[in-house]
DNA sequence: AGCATCAATCGATAAAACCGATTTGTAAAA
DNA sequence: TTTTACAAATCGGTTTTATCGATTGATGCT
């Protein structure tokens, strides 16, 4: 059993091909398949079943590949101590972040770029559970979200600031001098809202459960720009946190009456894992700019 | 990097001499040089200083061995699992045991192998401080022991059951019809103890602390066997745990006066990592003799 | 039936792990 | 200081094995 091997094995138990999955490696087919071989015989038990010319995992390679990835793991974050330990001149950082936190990312990136600019980003936009997903799966380093309901044990999360829920109309708007709005107002408007997914849209659709309301949802968008653009166009309005939408212009917001009607920024990581120096002073400059 | 060459790395860390790893890992000294030499290089880092003929570990080999270690353990966490996956027919359980479990553990034993003949067992006796020491370097899978005062995060803690602390005397003894005695009486007597270490001893004497007494403390010995035999004797007196002299012929035990004078058996593991079938069932059989 | 696809297998090659012998450098002994 | 002993590094050669391209065999699709 060799690191090789247990990386050809997540390969092929990724892509569920042989082919593809060597093409991947950059290694022939023939030799993918004679390396799983070897370590199914060293393991004396199938990884895949070979169902005619394709192949699924069996229940031991499913079991199998979460330590062959965690073995991986730890030998890269060995690796990646390392090379912080000589310097900052070197490195990737990997970061997910839901939309509403676009803005104190940029100014940080930006920031950052200057101080350190050989280190590269992997910057993800995306849902909250995508990004936890990516997260667990050791493909980001950090994620910057708003709390979620369930939390896990196995993340550690530093809270950066709360943002108030808002209305978000646009700025020539019927309701453009109110100074704060009920849910139960909020409730005869047609609302267009961030796709399922988004942690904001759910946390809405608890709140107004609590309440007892049903919100007038006319659309449902995976994209915010694209929804800014549609609140603007005057015929709906939207939920957001004041945070998302400081900067945009032809847009304005108002505070939703209530009491538990704000969120947390959050930073998420994973707690036993090594945090690489770089993520560190990424952080660090993130928070001073709070 | 491979985890052959961790391997090796880790076992020249341990001996911190090039030739005796080689020879204990099988290969020539020349292989392990070539090796550890390759892995440097890929990691471009020194793991090694080579002061003159000797070698220590650099920082950056102290950084990187526990993620070495990591790795090597996740490859072979998967593969026990696979191995368990099977059947109950492989396989060996490492125990760790404080000597006042003695009893315990025999009976478990005996009845675990009755039912899983092929099963291997490795029995470690030793004090709490030795057996924690070995289970964190993962030689052990599992101790058992009496509580300990500091309590370690990343262990799983499982009661068993309580016991009283004892007096131990010869079973003709001048205090042989007291029904209990109180700490003050025993710090007149002259007593053999277990030697520091034992978490027996810790209590021992944090108790005498407590009360302002001082122990008139004769013979301090790491044997508990010759312990008894000398208390046998009548020329001393010892304090145990009332589990530890259960079927002991020649002394009685007189439990000592004061709340908190009772100990709590414990099973301890390692939290995040996989627990071997076999181990599982043998911590049931265990828990179900008590 | 015929074709396309994919994993397994075969034989050959290139890479690498490995070994024994030797060298180099240091520390301890004379 | 010289000698001796020891331990790691290096060298050249051998063995092992990872890899490849080509082929085979089995399967699913048209």
Redesign the pocket.
């Known amino acids: 059993m ?1 690191l ?1 091997q247990l990386k050809y094995f997540l390969k092929a138990k990724e892509l569920l ?3 593809e999955a ?1 093409n991947s490696l ?6 993918l ?6 370590l199914e015989d060293e393991l004396q038990i199938s990884l ?1 079943n ?6 699924t995992l069996t229940e031991a390679g499913a079991l199998f590949s979460g330590f062959a990835l965690q073995s991986i793991s730890k030998a890269n974050e060995g690796f990646q101590l390392l090379k912080d330990l000589n310097n900052l001149n070197t490195g990737k950082i990997a970061i997910g972040v839901t939309y509403a936190l676009r803005d104190i990312l940029t100014q940080t990136v930006i920031e950052f770029n200057t101080k350190y600019p050989e280190i590269e980003f992997e910057i993800v936009f995306g849902t909250s559970k995508e990004l936890i997903e990516k997260l667990n799966h050791f493909e980001l380093d950090v994620i910057l979200t708003f709390e979620e309901i369930i939390t896990e044990n196995h993340f550690k999360y530093q809270a950066l600031f709360t943002s108030p829920m808002t209305l978000v109309t646009a700025t020539e708007s019927a309701l453009k001098n109110k100074k704060s709005i009920s849910l139960k107002d909020i409730s005869k408007l047609s609302l267009a809202l961030p796709a399922k997914g988004y942690s904001t849209t759910q946390f809405i659709s608890d709140a107004f459960a609590k309440s007892k309301l049903h919100p007038k949802v006319a659309i449902e968008i995976n994209d915010i720009p694209t929804l800014l653009e549609l609140v603007k166009s005057g015929n709906w309005y939207t939920i957001l946190t004041q945070t998302t939408i400081k900067n945009e212009k032809g847009i304005s917001c108002i505070p939703i009456e209530g009491k538990n009607m704000t969120r947390t920024a959050m930073i998420i990581s994973i707690k036993e894992v090594y945090e690489k120096k770089a993520v560190k002073v990424f952080l660090d400059i993130l928070k001073s700019l709070l």
């Open positions: 060799e090789r091909n042989f082919t060597a950059n290694i022939s087919q023939s030799t398949s004679q390396q799983i071989k070897q895949f070979r169902i005619g010319k394709r192949i």
